[in-house]
């Protein structure tokens, strides 16, 4: 693809109020017109010309919740998602640790009780008798509860008179000692333990990471991730590597530091920027430490855990404040959504182009919708969540799940929304969570969540391009397909928007284009 390039007769989506243009025309690393026809425009003679052949154009998927460093570094690791048996995942686990030297940690995650076939909770036992004496931690699909065993709890130096921590839980045994289960901040000191893998070997997962993310059309996330990420992701950017344009979001741990720095919001460059600050408000569904206002059925008196409290999140939205920063504040049960929603309304005010973020808002009550219109707050969901937890959303919230992934009444109550995936605890493909959103099912079943909470494709779609742009202020240079804009594209197999939402999860991309330089072609394609 040359830097002067026309491309014709298409059918390409600028997101712009509905505006649907046949060609379009990139200049070097950026848009500079867009129409109908203008092949035949003398002032383009000159360009090289692409003939789309009728395939649709897109804008470039911009993903708004990923762990990006930590998606690199688990396809390093063992992966449990999608085994449905606890034999099945130590088979694995013993493969893994095998090929490990005796000193190297056993490392992964993606296990899930409530997906097994018949329920079983793991203890450290199971994961001692198949890791040889090397320490291990396996997250949980959703990475609110680990799976630790024997040697790690040494090393930690866990043990029965070790107290619950603020916010966590340590899962016990009858005899007080700890079974090797691990919730929410009760993990923290053996993950702390885990070495970080060589630099060499996370460039080479690196480059894995960004040609997964070019296959599936995506040249943008938001990056919830640790102070080794922040760093790793600062020096590719000083060598202008990071191939992908990342906005970051530091963890709350880290905003005494940027305080001490002077640190300020939108820091940064075209490619890697500094967002905002993440804060946990609660824990998951799938480990039952959603806070809720009421009990987990089935349970004696769980109603999840309050990770931050209203007093302390209140602190933090005014330290963030003075740094311009707004917050990204995880909340999936409805009294955490609640309890975030009373710190915005204390919370200070913060500079044209700054919103705070609701993470997951999995389960809302409905009197709190108006509030979040009200305070324009950003909900920033991720719609394969929705029919990833259909199962489990039955099993604890009953009937409340009726108040669970309402995407249709937000977008009619035109509430700001932001669509992701949390990769890697689902896939990254956004195509996926574009039919997640139209079809609240999973592949090929007909069973449907509150198919009155279905949006249109086309909501969606908006939702993985402009809607990111709108949650970080960045909608006046990003998210469309308009004269100045970055030329970063998708090119589709199909219109998504025309064809029946089943259909979508097989669309392929022809080819992703970031910053006027194509990252991935399918092989029938040549541009």
């Given at each position: 693809m040359k830097s002067r390039t026309l491309f014709y007769n298409g059918v390409i989506y600028t997101q712009a109020e509905g505006i649907v243009v046949d060609s379009m025309v990139i200049s070097n690393n950026r848009i500079a017109a867009v129409g109908r026809k203008l092949q035949h425009d003398p002032d383009f003679k000159s360009y090289t010309r692409i003939n789309l052949r009728g395939k649709t154009v897109i804008p470039g998927f911009t993903d708004s919740h990923t762990h990006f460093y930590y998606l690199t570094k688990a396809l390093g690791k063992v992966d449990l998602d999608g085994i449905d048996t606890i034999d099945k995942c130590l088979k694995k686990i013993k493969k893994f640790a095998d090929s490990l030297p005796k000193s190297g940690w056993v490392a992964g995650g993606g296990y899930s009780p409530d997906r097994f076939r018949q329920r079983v909770e793991p203890d450290r036992y199971l994961l001692d008798k198949v890791t040889g004496g090397r320490p291990a931690f396996l997250f949980s699909k959703d990475q609110h509860t680990a799976w630790v065993n024997s040697r790690a709890l040494e090393m930690a130096g866990i043990t029965r008179r070790t107290p619950d921590p603020p916010g966590g839980k340590i899962d016990r045994q009858a005899n007080g000692e700890p079974s090797g289960i691990l919730r929410e901040t009760a993990y923290q000191k053996v993950y702390n333990l885990i070495p970080p893998p060589p630099r060499s070997e996370v460039n080479r997962l690196y480059k894995k990471a960004l040609a997964l993310a070019y296959r599936q059309g995506v040249t943008g996330v938001h990056s919830f991730d640790g102070p080794e990420g922040f760093v790793y992701f600062s020096e590719l950017a000083e060598g202008n590597k990071v191939g992908l344009r990342i906005n970051y979001y530091f963890p709350v741990a880290m905003l005494p530091r940027l305080e001490r720095s002077g640190t300020l919001w939108g820091t940064g460059t075209d490619f890697f920027r500094l967002a905002g600050i993440k804060v946990f408000a609660d824990g998951s569904l799938g480990s039952q430490s959603a806070l809720c206002y009421n009990k987990y059925i089935g349970s004696k008196?769980?109603?999840?855990?309050?990770?931050?409290?209203?007093?302390?999140l209140v602190r933090i939205l005014k330290s963030a404040a003075r740094l311009n920063f707004p917050c990204a504040v995880h909340a999936i049960g409805d009294r955490a959504v609640a309890n975030v929603l009373d710190a915005f309304e204390k919370g200070p005010a913060l500079p044209f182009g700054a919103r705070h973020r609701i993470e997951h808002?999995?389960?809302?009550?409905?009197?709190?919708?108006?509030?979040?219109?009200?305070?324009?707050?950003?909900?920033?969901?991720?719609?394969?969540?929705?029919?990833?937890?259909?199962?489990?959303?039955?099993?604890?919230?009953?009937?409340?799940?009726?108040?669970?992934?309402?995407?249709?009444?937000?977008?009619?109550?035109?509430?700001?929304?932001?669509?992701?995936?949390?990769?890697?605890?689902?896939?990254?493909?956004?195509?996926?969570?574009?039919?997640?959103?139209?079809?609240?099912?999973?592949?090929?079943?007909?069973?449907?969540?509150?198919?009155?909470?279905?949006?249109?494709?086309?909501?969606?779609?908006?939702?993985?391009?402009?809607?990111?742009?709108?949650?970080?202020?960045?909608?006046?240079?990003?998210?469309?397909?308009?004269?100045?804009?970055?030329?970063?594209?998708?090119?589709?197999?199909?219109?998504?928007?025309?064809?029946?939402?089943?259909?979508?999860?097989?669309?392929?991309?022809?080819a992703t284009v970031l910053d006027g330089r194509p990252k991935y072609l399918h092989p029938s394609l040549r541009l």
């Open positions: 008196g769980n109603y999840g855990l309050e990770v931050t409290s209203t007093r302390e808002l999995q389960l809302v009550r409905r009197k709190d919708v108006p509030r979040l219109k009200r305070l324009g707050v950003v909900a920033s969901m991720q719609p394969s969540h929705c029919p990833s937890d259909i199962y489990l959303c039955r099993k604890y919230w009953g009937r409340r799940g009726a108040n669970s992934f309402i995407f249709r009444t937000l977008i009619d109550r035109r509430i700001s929304l932001t669509f992701g995936s949390d990769a890697p605890i689902e896939s990254l493909n956004p195509l996926h969570g574009i039919a997640a959103a139209a079809r609240r099912a999973r592949p090929a079943s007909r069973d449907v969540f509150y198919p009155d909470q279905k949006i249109t494709a086309a909501e969606a779609l908006f939702n993985f391009t402009v809607g990111p742009a709108i949650a970080t202020g960045q909608e006046h240079c990003r998210g469309y397909l308009l004269p100045g804009y970055p030329a970063d594209l998708v090119i589709l197999s199909e219109d998504i928007t025309k064809i029946a939402a089943s259909r979508i999860y097989g669309t392929e991309i022809l």
